[in-house]
């Protein structure tokens, strides 16, 4: 039991839920008095990586608790869950926090403090999704309803990207979950690299356009999944409407990148012309090297036309 604690208490743990029959978990606080408070859950298949967790303590100080973690098992054998690395972060009553500075986005319930660009990013860095809440001026696609006006540019390329959800057909490659919900039945886009791609074939994404980007210019943020021993590349090119795609892209990811989304940023310098960004996804030299892309956002100051 915890007896000590401040305010802004938070618990983090590793967690793995991979297999087709993964059940239920709930994460509950108990106090002395008797209540039972639940304060994080996740069911079914989370995919072949671990996660971090976070959850906020709202008990009362000065009230004990303990953590309960309570596991349902739905029938199967592909259902085991894993936990690791357990954590109480800033549970010292005496942990106070800094104001935030002009270039940091204060989170609503804890007080943290978050960099700009992390706002608006589909991933819920305040834990409470207040950084998340205020989007409706900014480019964003999930990919779970449409395509965004995003398109394969299918003139130019050797094969498309085509949009997918759970996991890719090709053995140990490619993602089992999207980016946005963390489960099967999200969306993403990707490249699929077996028969009859062959080395070196590619795959050409287009964005919708942008622009013109005044004053200091803007970010842009996607995530990106790379996990396979034949992963070829991904290549990203800032591109003017109506020129050719420049020699050198932004973004040159190349080889196995691990089993997990992660996050790719692309600063955009001030344009005066319209452009669009151009993703190229390359096969590598077998079947094991899909890539896929989620969950992109383009900044306020990137305008989508």
């Known amino acids: 039991s ?40 996740r069911s079914g298949d989370q995919g072949n990586v671990w996660h971090v967790a976070r959850a906020q303590i709202k008990v009362p100080t000065g009230v004990a608790f303990d953590v309960v973690f309570n596991a349902t098992h739905f029938g199967g054998i592909q259902g085991d869950m894993a936990l ?45 999704g207040s950084d998340e809440a205020s989007c409706n001026n900014i ?31 090709s053995y140990s490659t490619g993602p089992t979950s999207d980016h946005t919900t963390g489960n099967t039945t999200g969306r993403y886009v990707y490249i699929e690299s077996s028969s009859p791609r062959l080395p070196g074939d590619f795959a050409i994404l287009m964005s919708p356009v942008f622009g013109p980007v005044t004053k200091s210019g803007c970010s842009m ?11 070829g590349r991904l290549e990203v090119y800032l591109q003017l409407v109506g020129k050719k795609r420049p020699a050198n892209p932004l973004v040159n990811l190349t080889g196995d990148q691990g089993q997990e989304w992660k996050r790719v940023g692309v600063n955009i310098p001030v344009q005066s012309s319209k452009f669009q960004l151009v993703f190229v996804g390359v096969r590598g030299n077998g079947y094991a090297g899909d890539i896929a892309i989620d969950d992109f956002t383009a900044s306020s100051n990137c305008p989508a036309l």
């Open 84 to 128: 690791d690395d357990l954590n109480f972060i800033n549970c010292d009553p005496s942990f106070t926090l800094k104001q935030c500075s002009a270039s940091q986005f204060t989170c609503r319930t804890s007080k943290f403090c978050i960099n700009q660009d992390q706002v608006c990013d589909f991933t819920n860095d305040c834990f409470d």
């Open 2 to 41: 915890l007896r000590r604690w401040g305010p802004l208490c938070e618990m983090r743990f590793a967690y793995h839920f991979y297999g087709s029959d993964i059940g239920n978990l709930d994460v509950y606080i108990e106090s002395s008095s008797g209540g039972r408070q639940l304060i994080w859950q």
């Open 221 to 231: 943020r996607f995530y990106a999944y790379m996990y396979g021993q034949h992963i």
């Open 139 to 169: 480019f964003k696609c999930d990919f779970q309803k449409s395509m965004c006006n995003f398109y394969n540019d299918e003139q130019n390329d050797d094969f498309d990207w085509i949009s997918a959800r759970g996991s890719t057909v």
